[in-house]
């Protein structure tokens, strides 16, 4: 059974820090562009970071650019989110996510083919 697990989120005070990690099991995701998708009440999940398969290539939203940064660790079928500078406006349920072998980094979220079940981060003080 493929699986994708999220962990790290959690409360945050405006300023802080946060690393969420998206552990796959089931089959190897090597092959396999990753994305951290974020969606809050009321909104549309919106890719807020991503990294190809390559292990080079990123692509960050706008909002976030300069605060969070991702990567990816192989051998171990992880994908992290190193989220810095955190605002009240990245509270949101984060999600992590795999493309369909060998594509490239896309920021629709239905071109997506496996889905972990998500970890709120919410920043407040």
Known sequence: QVQLE????GLVQPGGSLRLSCV???RS?????MGWFRQAPGKERLLVSAIKWDGWTRY????????????????????YLQMNRLEPEDSAT???AAQ?????IDT???DYAYWGQGTQVTVAS
Do not use: L
Request: glycine content about 12%.
């Open 6 to 9: 999220e962990s790290g989120g």
């Open 60 to 79: 960050y939203a706008d909002s976030v650019k300069g605060r969070f940064t991702v990567s990816r660790d192989k051998d171990a079928n992880a994908v």
């Open 94 to 96: 984060y999600y992590c």
């Open 24 to 26: 796959a099991s089931g």
């Open 29 to 33: 995701f090597s092959s396999n562009s």
């Open 100 to 104: 369909p072998d060998w594509k490239g």
């Open 108 to 110: 629709n979220a239905d």
